[in-house]
């Protein structure tokens, strides 16, 4: 056994000062299960690149130029090389590398948000070959730190500074085979012991009908006891009409977890009910944080070992979660992070370089430089996030917001009161992605302009909202023109709200979603039906443009282009047999509004592909509702600096433990042990 150091003065003095220190787990390398081989780059990367080519001189502008990637094929999988969840098999004569998403190691987030300043890698072997140690900068580029050679039965170490990691970076190894396999019995990334105990999780899931997903996480759940042993309660709160105690199997799931689960049944008070009651029972129960989930994600369980050991070492109290990987398609990295733009108030990528929607099986963690530039966030999404309960203590729980917006405002709050969000790399779920939903159209359309406009209200820096009110109107017009007068009639009631104050916005929880889906069945646009021959044969009597498709109108030529399709719409009646039948079908990536707005009549298949519905012109609903909003968004503009004042000073009574106690008190119809 020996310890190997890197060439700077501050990791060679860690090892002298720490040659008899304790050291922890702070993250364990870890393989993907024989069920889950679609997800092998995650965890381990096969292909022959090292990293990617950085230039060392600009472009003749003086700009840095851009990188280029170079990579061989990823070699196969095998299945049989992977002998456990910790330990995996090298063929003779090839090389791994852990630099991966799961088991690359995070240094300049360790660096920045907690006290940790020098990390231990130890890796035990058996077999000849070498470990090969990697750290990177922000931009990308990377070095070799050091090299071992090993045979028989090799344990490790390897001590690291975090001191270079100031913008980014992360340290990784390869393990390469000699002239027989190398197999790595186990490998994990130490820091220094500190005496506190881990803090104390309630895990709490919402949910809504979802019971399949709830049943299956809660099996990979009771399949790790590491991941539980520092969860003191997992709470679900079901909201749905399809109980999780009614689910075939659960009795079988419940015993599994040792006592552990609990189940509240409660009214449907929306994902901000539901995670608030999660943050209630929390602090409740003498928790020291509270870990929110989505119902319908797959979960990583080693994440949520991850969050608390990183969260329990962070300087100041911090809001820890993880990333999102899109269910459908395991290796595309969806979310990395978000912030808010403060002037537009919408959920933007902290910064340009950033792809929404990276895929790892093209790309691999060494050659995206983008990767590892540290990613600091607003918030981060309630799909998987750790909030300490001194934190709920002090600015309290969710707002009452139903859906949308509650995650993001809640980030922005604390980051108010001095609490920062960390989006940890290596902690993640698996859930449905943004681009297989279309939830601005429909019955979420209201939650959406609500929500974010009182967002605004509470948080915008500008003092009229900067440009929330006119971007609202310009959606407006486009849901108009594309003829959603049930969407449109749903934003119009979300304005209506905002400007009636905050007072009654806690009693519209349980109310509003009903009264929205029982106007909703009254507008043609948002009736599905999931056969197409249930719709007309459809039929157009004079097709576009000689037979040509539609085109976006250019930056240019938008502004002419929208007044004379709103004059169109306005004053030319629906003529022919339009009226009585769609003049064509449309599938839902096609469903664009300046495509709609060129048709009378359309039959347009929803974002799940599960049916379709019918959208009518109608002059007279154009007319009516065009006019209203205007009105409201010339009330909410002029209104804007009283309105900020008075949801600011509501903000208190409307998150506090006491008034969401009263509402769960009227809500709570049993829980089940």
């Not at 962070?314 to 290796?331: A, Q, S």
């Not at 017009?477 to 009636?500: C, I, N, P």
């Not at 719409?569 to 096609?590: C, F, K, N, Y």
Request: hydrophobic fraction near 35%; aromatic fraction near 10%.
């Amino acid at each position: 056994m020996s310890v190997s150091t890197n060439s700077t003065k501050a990791a060679e003095t860690a090892s002298l000062e720490g040659a008899e220190a304790r050291w922890e787990t702070l993250q364990r390398v870890i393989l993907p299960s024989s069920s889950q081989m679609d997800t092998v780059p995650l965890y381990m990367d096969m292909g022959t690149a090292t990293g990617i080519q950085l230039p060392t001189v600009g472009d003749r502008d003086g700009k840095p130029s851009k990188a280029q990637a170079f990579s061989s094929p990823t070699k196969e999988a095998h299945v049989e090389d992977f002998l456990s969840r910790r330990s995996t098999s090298v063929r003779s004569g090839e090389r791994v590398s852990f630099g991966s998403y799961f088991n690359a190691f995070p240094a300049s987030y360790w660096r920045r948000w907690t006290t940790v300043e020098n990390i231990r890698l130890h890796v035990r072997t058996q077999g000849a070959g070498s470990v090969i140690v990697y750290k990177s900068n922000a931009r990308g580029s990377l070095q070799r730190v050091d090299t071992r050679r090993v045979e028989g039965i090799s344990e490790n170490f390897f001590d690291l500074s975090l001191a270079p990691f100031g913008d980014g970076g992360w340290y990784w190894f390869d393990l390469v085979a000699g002239s027989e396999p190398l197999v790595m019995l186990d490998a994990e990334w130490q820091g220094p012991a500190v005496d506190t105990q881990p803090g104390a999780v309630t895990l709490q899931i919402t949910t809504l009908n979802k019971t399949d997903f709830c049943l299956n996480n809660l099996r990979l759940l009771a399949e790790n006891d590491e991941a539980l042993e520092h969860v003191q309660e997992i709470l679900i709160v079901d909201q749905g009409s399809q109980k999780v105690s009614d689910a075939a199997g659960y009795e079988d799931v419940r015993d599994s977890l040792n006592g552990k689960l609990r189940i509240i049944n409660q009214s449907n008070l929306g994902g901000s009910g539901g995670f608030a009651r999660g943050m209630f029972e929390a602090v409740e129960n003498g928790s020291d944080y509270v870990l929110l989930m989505d119902d319908d994600v797959v979960v990583e369980p080693e994440s949520i070992i991850r969050l608390l050991t990183f969260a329990d070492r962070c300087k100041t109290p911090t809001i820890v979660g993880g990333h999102m990987f899109d269910l459908y398609n395991r290796t595309v990295l969806h979310t990395f992070g978000e912030v808010v733009n403060p002037y537009r108030f919408q959920p933007s990528l902290p910064n340009e370089e950033m792809i929404l929607g990276h895929d790892f099986m093209s790309s691999n963690l060494r050659q995206t430089s983008w990767l590892h530039r540290r990613c600091d966030v607003d918030y981060n999404g309630w799909w998987m996030c750790l909030i300490p309960t001194q934190v709920i203590r002090e600015i309290g729980l969710s707002l009452p917001l139903f859906i949308k917006w509650d995650d993001s405002e809640y980030g922005l709050r604390a980051k108010a009161h001095g609490y920062p969000t960390v989006s940890l790399p290596g902690s993640a779920v698996w859930h449905v992605s943004w681009i297989d939903k279309d939830d601005l159209v429909g019955w979420q359309a209201y939650f959406h302009v609500r929500n974010r406009v009182i967002a605004a209200l509470l948080h915008s820096p500008y003092e009229f909202g900067g440009r929330v009110v006119k971007e609202s109107q310009y959606h407006d017009v486009k849901h108009l023109v594309s003829m959603q007068y049930a969407t449109e009639q749903g934003r119009l009631w979300a304005l209506e709200d905002v400007l009636k104050g905050p007072e009654g916005l806690r009693d519209l929880l349980p109310s509003k979603l009903p009264e929205i889906r029982k106007m909703m069945a009254g507008y043609s646009d948002s009736v599905f039906r999931p056969d197409p021959d249930e719709f007309p044969t459809p039929k157009m009597d004079k097709p576009p443009r000689r037979g040509h498709g539609f085109s976006k109108p250019s930056r240019i030529s938008l502004v002419p282009w929208a007044a004379k399709t709103v004059i169109r719409q306005l004053a030319s009646p629906v003529h022919g047999s339009s009226a009585e039948r769609p003049q064509t079908t449309v599938a839902h990536q096609d469903n664009r509004w300046w495509r709609m707005a060129q048709y009378d009549s359309a039959v347009v298949s929803n974002a799940e592909g599960t049916g379709a519905s019918w959208y009518r012109r109608d002059p007279k609903q154009l007319r009516k509702m065009l006019a209203e909003s205007a009105r409201l968004h010339s009330t909410l503009l002029k209104e804007w600096p009283a309105l900020s004042k008075k949801y600011k000073a509501a903000m208190h009574g409307l998150t506090s433990i006491e008034s969401w106690r009263n509402t769960f008190e009227q809500h709570t119809q049993n829980e089940i042990k």
